[in-house]
């Protein structure tokens, strides 16, 4: 069973910086593709990034690329959203899943995720 439990997210003023963390288990971790997605206000949830098995391979939306970097921590099962340059846009409930290839297609199941608010 996909357990995933995001935290980190805050209340940022435009151009901070903030963290977002995940502990996920349910699946083999260490050999899986991990993502993070969001959901701003009256809008469908979106990706945002996702980073392969090793680490090495990260993909990102247009709109975080140069911002965000996606990382993760397998001996701790952890995925991690390091988030610069935060714009009022970037406001959402942040989450995260494991991705399955080759679709890019998440898990159905999905954590209660973290909110991000960013405003002056």
């Known amino acids: 069973q996909v357990q995933l439990a995001e935290s980190g997210g805050a209340l940022v003023q435009p151009g901070e910086s903030l963290t977002l963390s995940c502990a996920a288990s349910?699946?083999?971790?260490?050999?899986?593709?991990m993502g993070w997605f969001r959901q701003a206000p009256g809008s469908e949830r979106e990706w945002v990034a996702r980073i392969g098995w090793s680490g090495i391979a990260k993909d990102y939306a247009d709109s975080v690329k140069g911002r965000f970097t996606i990382s993760r921590d397998n001996a701790k099962n952890m995925v991690y959203l390091t988030m610069n340059a935060l714009i009022p846009q970037d406001t959402g409930v942040y989450y995260c899943?494991?991705?399955?290839?080759?679709?890019?297609?998440?898990?159905?199941?999905w954590g209660r995720g973290t909110q991000v608010t960013v405003s002056s």
């Open positions: 349910g699946r083999t971790f260490s050999t899986s593709f």
């Open positions: 899943n494991f991705i399955y290839f080759p679709n890019w297609q998440p898990d159905d199941s």
